[in-house]
């Protein structure tokens, strides 16, 4: 009953959201404790346009900027998170959270270097029951338009790791989708932030896309 009345309140939040087209818009998670939460800015823009020309999605060009903690999110089907360092969530912003992604959402976080130890332990707090597991790489987020064989492509490197992408899954269904040690974002961005190739750029992009697709059809 209580993971019904939570999916009704998503819905009623869809439908009566002032900002009539929210369906059709991602959002950036806005976070406490000193982390960058803002990094990346060009990128989710880059990505909403790829994904409208590739996968002929209606997306919204501007992507929407959302607390944790606020009610706001469940107007959201699709959020991400991104950073460098802290992360703190109170125990309300994790019960939010928590109650978004049983919902029905979907929350894509991207280690910009430096976030790891951090979202780990505050993702701890919105699913104590839960762990992130290593996605392999049959799974169907690597497989939509564009194959990535093995896995996440490496678009940064940081401490000579090969990328990992985890999931926190819920009744079966992946809720969440932590790519660690690859640095998607920074290949949404404009080529000349980081003096990223175009193959790079495209790479990254054509990944972020597969998240999307997965996201918006499952």
């Given at each position: 009953?209580?993971?019904?009345?939570?999916?009704?309140?998503?819905?009623?939040?869809?439908?009566?959201?002032?900002?009539?087209?929210?369906?059709?818009?991602?959002?950036?998670?806005?976070?406490?404790?000193?982390?960058?939460w803002y990094?990346?800015?060009?990128?989710?823009?880059?990505?909403?346009?790829?994904?409208?020309?590739?996968?002929?999605?209606?997306?919204?060009?501007?992507?929407?900027?959302?607390d944790v903690?606020?009610?706001?999110?469940?107007?959201?089907?699709?959020?991400?998170?991104?950073?460098?360092?802290?992360?703190?969530?109170?125990?309300?912003?994790?019960?939010?959270?928590?109650?978004?992604?049983?919902?029905?959402?979907?929350?894509?976080?991207?280690?910009?270097?430096?976030?790891?130890?951090?979202?780990?332990?505050?993702?701890?707090?919105?699913?104590?029951?839960?762990?992130?597991?290593?996605?392999p790489f049959?799974?169907?987020?690597?497989?939509?338009?564009?194959?990535?064989?093995?896995?996440?492509?490496?678009?940064?490197?940081?401490?000579?790791?090969?990328?990992?992408?985890?999931?926190?899954?819920?009744?079966?269904?992946?809720?969440?989708?932590?790519?660690?040690?690859?640095?998607?974002?920074?290949?949404?961005?404009?080529?000349?932030?980081?003096?990223?190739?175009?193959?790079?750029?495209?790479?990254?992009?054509?990944?972020?896309?597969?998240?999307?697709?997965?996201?918006?059809?499952?």
């Open positions: 009953m209580r993971k019904i009345i939570i999916f009704l309140v998503l819905l009623l939040c869809l439908s009566h959201n002032s900002k009539s087209q929210n369906y059709n818009t991602i959002a950036l998670l806005k976070y406490n404790g000193g982390g960058d990094a990346n800015p060009t990128s989710l823009s880059n990505l909403i346009k790829f994904c409208n020309k590739e996968l002929n999605t209606k997306l919204n060009a501007n992507y929407a900027t959302v903690g606020s009610s706001e999110l469940f107007f959201y089907p699709f959020v991400h998170l991104t950073g460098h360092g802290n992360v703190v969530f109170s125990d309300a912003e994790a019960k939010n959270l928590r109650n978004y992604l049983i919902a029905g959402g979907f929350l894509h976080i991207d280690d910009n270097y430096g976030l790891d130890a951090f979202i780990r332990r505050e993702m701890k707090k919105v699913f104590p029951e839960l762990d992130f597991v290593e996605i049959a799974h169907e987020i690597y497989h939509q338009k564009y194959v990535f064989a093995n896995g996440l492509p490496k678009i940064h490197e940081h401490d000579n790791k090969f990328p990992k992408g985890y999931g926190l899954f819920y009744e079966g269904r992946l809720m969440c989708f932590y790519s660690y040690e690859c640095d998607l974002g920074d290949g949404w961005e404009d080529t000349s932030v980081h003096n990223d190739t175009e193959e790079r750029h495209q790479t990254a992009l054509k990944m972020g896309a597969n998240i999307i697709q997965y996201v918006f059809t499952n």
